[in-house]
C-alpha cells in the first residue's frame, strides 16, 4: 500500500518564498542590464561624436589641429575609463569623417576670434532664460567629457551661439555659449550636462534644442 507524501505548511511557505526571491532576484538583474545598456549608449555615442571630429580635423588640418586631436584624445581615454567601469563591451568602431565636415570645423576654428570679439561686451542671457528658435529636431544630446565652466560644442553653430538644451524627461534645462566645434548639433561639457541629466544617464534620449539670444 502506497503512501503519498504530502508537504507541511512550513514547507509550503518556505517552498514560495524561494520562488519570491528567485523572481525578485531576476528582476533586479534585468534592471540593472537595461541601466547598464542606457549608460553604454551614452558614453558610445560621446565615443563616436569625439573620434568623428578627430577624423575631420586629420582629413584637414589646420595650425590648431594637433592641439585639438590631443584634447579629445584626452576626452577619449577618459570616456574608455568610465565604459570599462559601466561593464560595457567592445566600443564602436570609429566613424569615417563625412565629406566636408572637417573643413568646416577649421572654418569654424579659424573664426572662433572673430566670433568672440563681436560677443564681448553683449550681456549674456540667463541660463535657462526664454525660449527661441527650435533647432536640430529629434537630436539626442551627450556630453563630450571635457572640463570647464558649462558650454557646448556644435558642428552647425558658429562659436559664441547661444543655446538653451532641455531635458524633455525631467524638464531641466540650461542655456550655454557654444565654444568649440564637435560632430553633434550641441554636445554639452561636463558641467553642462550635470545641469540636466538624469542620475545615472548619459544620453539624453528626448530633448529640445533651441537656438537663443
Not at 529629434?138 to 552647425?156: F, I, M
Amino acid at each position: 500500500m502506497s503512501r503519498k507524501r504530502t508537504m507541511s505548511t512550513k514547507q509550503k511557505i518556505a517552498l514560495m518564498t524561494g520562488a519570491a526571491t528567485l523572481a525578485g532576484g531576476f528582476a533586479v538583474v534585468t534592471m540593472s542590464m537595461g541601466h547598464a545598456s542606457v549608460v553604454c549608449d551614452g558614453l558610445d555615442q560621446a565615443l563616436r561624436n569625439n573620434e568623428s571630429f578627430i577624423a575631420g580635423q586629420r582629413a584637414n588640418p589646420d595650425a590648431q589641429s594637433a592641439a585639438r586631436i590631443a584634447n579629445r584624445e584626452a576626452v577619449i581615454k577618459q570616456i574608455n575609463v568610465q565604459r570599462e567601469a559601466s561593464g560595457c563591451g567592445a566600443a564602436p568602431a570609429a566613424p569615417a569623417a563625412p565629406a566636408g565636415q572637417g573643413q568646416g570645423q577649421n572654418q569654424q576654428g579659424q573664426n572662433q576670434n572673430q566670433n568672440q570679439g563681436q560677443n564681448q561686451g553683449q550681456a549674456a542671457p540667463p541660463a535657462g532664460g526664454a525660449g527661441g528658435q527650435v533647432v536640430c529636431a529629434g537630436s539626442t544630446v551627450t556630453l563630450s567629457g571635457e572640463a570647464g565652466a558649462p558650454a557646448a560644442s556644435s558642428n552647425q553653430f558658429p562659436l559664441g551661439t547661444r543655446l538653451k538644451v532641455t531635458n524633455l524627461d525631467n524638464n531641466k534645462s540650461t542655456t550655454v555659449s557654444v565654444t568649440s566645434t564637435s560632430g553633434s548639433c550641441a554636445l554639452l561639457n561636463d558641467a553642462a550636462f550635470e545641469q540636466v541629466r538624469e542620475p545615472g544617464k548619459f544620453l539624453i534620449r528626448k530633448a529640445r534644442i533651441e537656438r537663443v539670444g
